[in-house]
């Protein structure tokens, strides 16, 4: 009896430590900075910032009441100098009111094209905002015949940056 008694104890002190290592592993534990992003939830979307979409084109704006301004800095075009010599153009627009607003804001490219973007700013549950748009470009023509393509539609996803 004597002789099973420290190898029971040593397959105790093993379970134990396997059990320990378990726990510790399966066991749900909050990173500090997914605990400090939880501290910092925003509670309403702020339009004013820097946004980038999807294709890489950026927003920069400041919003004031119910004003927005800022430049547009677009990262595609349909024909190579369409959007300009800098692909910059300034916006002016208008933002909504609530956590959740809705924004409108267009720009006249330097070629005389214009854009609209109409959307709203969500929160997601990680606290990050988003602003999903849908877009109409319309292009110059130079006649009616030529009017039929002169206007594109698309949605952006613009991320705060």
């Not at 946004?51 to 704006?61: A, C, F, K, M």
Request: glycine residues 10%; proline residues 2%.
């Amino acid at each position: 009896m004597t002789h099973c008694g420290p190898q029971l104890s040593t397959k105790m002190s093993s379970i134990m430590w396997y059990m320990l290592f378990v726990t510790l592993i399966t066991s749900r534990t909050v990173p500090a900075i997914e605990s400090l992003a939880q501290n910092m939830k925003v509670d309403a979307c702020n339009i004013t910032g820097v946004w980038r979409n999807e294709l890489g084109s950026t927003l920069r704006v400041k919003a004031e009441e119910s004003e927005v301004r800022g430049v547009y800095q677009t990262a595609v075009e349909s024909t190579s100098g369409a959007s300009g010599s800098n692909r910059t153009a300034q916006i002016i627009g208008v933002v909504g009111e609530g956590t959740q607003p809705t924004v409108s804001f267009s720009v006249l490219w330097e070629k005389g094209s214009c854009t609209a973007w109409v959307g709203q700013c969500f929160i997601l549950s990680d606290g990050a905002q988003v602003l999903k748009t849908f877009w109409m470009l319309r292009n110059v023509s130079d006649n009616l015949v030529g009017d039929w393509g002169s206007t594109r539609l698309g949605e952006d996803l613009f991320l705060k940056t």
